[in-house]
Each structure stands twice: as C-alpha cells, then as structure tokens.
C-alpha cells in the first residue's frame, strides 16, 4: 500500500491483539502478518479508531525511523485508507486464484484407501463414527485392487507432468492400510520401476503398526515410506481408548510394530496421540520421556476432533501447554490441530495459500477402493471418481466448488473470528461430523482454538524480545 502522508487513514477494524505484559502481539485476522510491537505502537493505531492524516499526528517532518514505521503499519493493513473494505478486497484476491484451482494445478498429494477395514476399532474412531460414511462398513469392496491403484496413479502422475511437476508424494491410508499389503508392496514397485527416472516419489503411510513384521519394516526402509503411527499414551492410558476389534488393549501389538521398525535401523521420529475423556487423566509428560527414550523428536496430540471432549478448556489448555513446554525444553515438538492457527498465522493468505490443511486448499486427491474420490481419507464429501477424472478439477465441478467454497474468507459461520484467515473453520471432518450429528460441538472447539491461539502467542511474547521499535509521542498529542 503506497504511503500517502497527507491521505486519510483508519486503523482496520480486523486488527486482533493478544497482551503480555508491555509486550504485545498484533495481526490481521484475515491477512495475518502477526508483529510484535510496543505498548506505544498500540496506542499509536487507536488514534486511528477515527479517520485522520499521518501528518496531524507526527507533525510535518517525521524521522526516517517513524516513516519506515507507518510504512509496515500500512503494508500490513493495520492502517487503511478510510474507503477501504477490507472483506471486499480479499474476495477480490481469492478469485484471481480461481483459475488455478480449474487448471489442476494445485494437486500435488495422492491419497490411496487401501482397506476400509481395519483390526483396530479405537473409540474415536472417524473413519467407522463418521455417520454419512457408513456404507465404508458395509461397502463390498473395502481393499483396493492393484488395477485400480495403477490407475490412480497413472492418473495423478500424468497431472502432475501436465504441470511439470517431478516430485510426486503418495500417501497409503485406511481403515489399516496393511491389511492389504501385498497391494502397497505392487504399487510402490510400479512407481519405481515405471516412473522412477521421471519423478522422485515421497511415499507415506497411516498404520496402526501392528502388522509391521522384519520384512515389511525393510520394505518400508527400502522405499523410505514415512511413517505416521499412534500411540494414546503409555499402557494404561492407551488401552482405554485404543482397542482390537475383537477387544482388549492394543498397546503391546503397537510396540511390536515399532520395535520391528528399530530393529530394521527405521525407527519412527514421532508419534500421535488422541485425547478424550477417557485417557486425558492418564496423559502426562511420560509420553515425552518415553518418546525421548526411543529417539523420537515429534509427540504430536491431538484433542478428538469428532467428539470434543467435556473437559473444561482451561485444563485441556493447561495441560497441553504444560506437555509442550516440558518437551520444547527436552528437544521435542508437539505440535496439534489446536497450534495450527498459530502456526498458520506466518503466513499471509494474500501472499500464499493459507488453510487448514491440503484437502481444503485443493492439493489432495484421495481414492478409495470403490474408485470414488474425495480430499481427505475420513471425508463424507465425494469430489468425483476416478471414471471421469479428466473433468475432476473443470469448472462448476464438484471439486471446483469445495475448494472455492473453503478459501480464506468464505466460511460464514467464521466472519468476525480473530482467526478466520488461519483456521478458516478448523478442520472440515468435525464440520460433517457436526453438521451429521446436528450437534453444536463445533462451537466448542471454535472456542478451543481462538483460546489456544492466545496462548500460544503469549508464550512466544514471553520468549520474544520486541522486534518493532515503538513509534515516539504523536506530534498532535505534544501540541
């Protein structure tokens, strides 16, 4: 935004603030661009709370230092020209990016459900809760078939080349997805055999582990699959939650799994964990310490999304707060779908694609063993099939308008939300699981992340120097 000493300027009223202290923390609940500023500064911005000149407030001839100032206060929209609509300017930005979604250039992730089924059956569960997805249950074809994995992959690849795209990443997901492995193995096979020489191939995997033997471990080493596994907590804790399908705990079948996985020199870096009420009491900062113990660095948990637990917020957020300050300090990350607003805040949706994960954004394509498709693994949502995916991404399409209807901004039930340009909603399966259910839950877990957003932010401040120098006394306030 050019600065215009002498034009009329308000301070924007998306402008949200988070305090500790004398320092404070100020962003643009649409656009981001999260600074740390003085108290000053602040009490600089509410002179704007009515229209008025830079110039009636710093005099005719402000230093270098309070020019170069203003000029961050404009570019990151904290002040706006008086006319400015702030709303209608980001609509303006988020349908030029229309034709990218229609040219399929966003698609860069492939989903393949290998098995609707799975040995586990943990109480929160989304892929058997999901209440409009039950015929995953009673769907005759619950393991993908090599033909049909080849040609999803075919599929995806020729996308990517049409868009001169080398790197490829393919994710195999469930249910189990080692329920069929013998499939997984065919097709990490294809890849490399017929595609090597073209694309590098980023290969992932969602198990439970607990059909992780010597051999499939080296298979996964050889073809370096990442791997994302769960554990809900030590013995006890995860045994509450975490069940075989035919009853009992799974905590000794999951760390055969993982023990496989080290004695093959692929041990995993991270775990996931699931909150509910029934392991919450159970889960302290043993989780780190045993996670250490194994070499891990990343302890991801996780409130259940579909369910939001009746714990008081304030103890769900000290506690989470608590467990990553204790692993922050010991080298371990535990990020969660409650930091990602945070984290979403580095960047400007103006600038970069800012959502709540790939599937929304429109980077996903997931392909279930019945050939449908959608943009995440657990969605109820179907986008197309693979039977007319040429047309997958045209326009008016099904996953033309997911997408479109998912960008920054058009959510309503998020408009006036001091996060709405970095959660944009959270993630969409508890919304189908809301929407299914016709509970209100949603509300609930809205109020959980703007509060752990905060919090997040004022544990930054206490670890931050000021970064913004505070702009001197306005010159209207010295006459």
């Given at each position: 935004?050019?600065?215009?000493?002498?034009?009329?300027?308000?301070?924007s009223?998306?402008?949200?603030?988070v305090?500790?202290?004398?320092?404070?923390?100020?962003?643009?609940?649409?656009?981001?661009?999260?600074?740390?500023?003085?108290?000053?500064t602040?009490?600089?911005?509410?002179?704007?709370?009515?229209?008025a000149?830079?110039?009636?407030?710093?005099?005719d001839?402000?230093?270098?230092?309070?020019?170069?100032?203003?000029?961050?206060?404009?570019?990151?929209?904290?002040?706006?020209?008086?006319?400015?609509?702030?709303r209608?300017?980001?609509?303006?930005?988020?349908?030029?990016r229309e034709?990218?979604?229609?040219?399929?250039?966003?698609?860069?992730?492939?989903?393949?459900?290998?098995?609707?089924?799975?040995?586990?059956?943990?109480?929160?569960?989304?892929?058997?809760?999901n209440?409009?997805?039950?015929?995953?249950i009673?769907?005759?074809?619950?393991?993908?078939?090599?033909?049909?994995?080849?040609?999803?992959?075919d599929?995806?690849?020729?996308?990517?080349?049409?868009?001169k795209?080398?790197?490829?990443?393919?994710?195999?997901?469930?249910?189990?997805?080692?329920?069929?492995?013998?499939?997984?193995?065919?097709?990490?096979?294809?890849c490399?055999?017929?595609y090597?020489?073209?694309?590098?191939?980023?290969?992932?995997?969602n198990?439970?582990?607990?059909?992780i033997?010597?051999a499939?471990?080296?298979?996964?080493k050889?073809?370096?699959v990442?791997?994302a596994?769960?554990?809900?907590?030590?013995?006890?804790g995860?045994d509450?939650?975490?069940?075989a399908?035919?009853?009992?705990?799974?905590?000794?079948?999951?760390?055969?799994?993982?023990d496989?996985?080290?004695?093959?020199?692929?041990?995993?870096?991270?775990?996931?964990?699931?909150?509910?009420?029934?392991?919450f009491?159970?889960?302290?900062?043993?989780?780190?310490?045993?996670?250490?113990?194994?070499?891990?660095?990343?302890v991801?948990?996780?409130?259940?999304?579909?369910?939001?637990?009746?714990?008081?917020?304030?103890?769900i957020?000290?506690?989470?707060?608590?467990i990553?300050?204790?692993?922050?300090?010991?080298?371990?990350?535990?990020?969660?779908f409650?930091s990602?607003?945070?984290?979403?805040?580095?960047?400007?949706?103006?600038?970069?694609?800012?959502?709540?994960?790939?599937a929304?954004?429109?980077n996903?394509?997931?392909v279930?063993?019945?050939?449908?498709?959608?943009?995440?693994?657990?969605?109820?949502?179907?986008?197309?099939?693979?039977?007319?995916?040429?047309?997958?991404?045209?326009?008016?399409?099904?996953?033309?308008?997911?997408?479109?209807?998912?960008?920054t901004g058009?959510?309503?039930?998020?408009?006036g939300?001091?996060?709405?340009?970095?959660c944009?909603?959270?993630?969409?399966i508890?919304?189908e699981?809301?929407?299914?259910?016709?509970?209100?839950k949603?509300e609930?877990?809205?109020?959980?992340?703007?509060?752990?957003?905060?919090e997040?932010?004022?544990?930054?401040?206490?670890?931050?120097?000021?970064l913004?120098?505070?702009?001197?006394?306005?010159?209207?306030?010295?006459?």
């Amino acid at each position: 935004m050019t600065f215009n000493f002498d034009a009329v300027y308000i301070k924007s009223p998306f402008i949200q603030v988070v305090q500790d202290g004398d320092s404070v923390v100020i962003w643009h609940s649409l656009f981001g661009y999260p600074k740390v500023v003085s108290a000053e500064t602040l009490e600089f911005l509410k002179l704007f709370l009515r229209p008025a000149t830079i110039r009636y407030y710093l005099g005719d001839e402000p230093n270098e230092e309070d020019r170069k100032s203003i000029e961050e206060l404009l570019r990151c929209y904290f002040l706006v020209p008086e006319d400015f609509n702030d709303r209608a300017f980001l609509e303006d930005r988020m349908r030029e990016r229309e034709g990218e979604i229609i040219g399929g250039s966003l698609i860069n992730y492939l989903e393949l459900i290998m098995s609707e089924a799975c040995n586990f059956r943990c109480t929160y569960c989304i892929h058997f809760n999901n209440l409009e997805a039950s015929d995953r249950i009673n769907n005759p074809k619950k393991f993908m078939r090599f033909d049909t994995a080849k040609e999803t992959v075919d599929r995806y690849l020729a996308i990517l080349r049409g868009h001169k795209k080398h790197v490829a990443e393919i994710n195999f997901g469930g249910g189990e997805p080692l329920l069929a492995w013998p499939v997984i193995k065919q097709a990490l096979e294809y890849c490399r055999t017929v595609y090597g020489s073209e694309f590098e191939f980023r290969f992932s995997i969602n198990t439970n582990a607990s059909l992780i033997t010597q051999a499939v471990a080296n298979i996964l080493k050889d073809y370096r699959v990442e791997i994302a596994s769960s554990l809900d907590g030590l013995r006890e804790g995860n045994d509450r939650v975490r069940l075989a399908k035919l009853g009992g705990g799974t905590f000794s079948q999951i760390i055969r799994g993982f023990d496989a996985l080290a004695q093959a020199e692929y041990p995993l870096t991270g775990i996931a964990v699931t909150v509910t009420e029934k392991n919450f009491y159970e889960l302290d900062e043993s989780i780190i310490d045993w996670a250490i113990a194994r070499g891990m660095k990343d302890v991801r948990i996780d409130i259940d999304i579909i369910d939001m637990v009746e714990i008081p917020i304030e103890e769900i957020i000290a506690k989470l707060m608590h467990i990553r300050r204790y692993a922050a300090e010991r080298g371990v990350d535990v990020p969660g779908f409650w930091s990602r607003p945070a984290e979403n805040l580095n960047e400007s949706t103006l600038e970069s694609r800012v959502a709540f994960c790939g599937a929304v954004r429109g980077n996903s394509l997931c392909v279930a063993p019945s050939g449908n498709i959608s943009g995440c693994g657990y969605s109820m949502t179907q986008l197309g099939s693979l039977s007319d995916i040429q047309s997958f991404y045209a326009s008016s399409s099904a996953y033309h308008r997911f997408v479109m209807d998912h960008l920054t901004g058009a959510t309503k039930m998020c408009q006036g939300c001091m996060i709405e340009g970095h959660c944009g909603g959270g993630c969409n399966i508890t919304q189908e699981f809301a929407r299914a259910t016709q509970t209100a839950k949603i509300e609930r877990m809205c109020d959980f992340y703007r509060r752990m957003t905060q919090e997040i932010l004022r544990e930054q401040l206490r670890e931050a120097t000021v970064l913004e120098s505070a702009l001197p006394q306005p010159a209207a306030e010295r006459r």
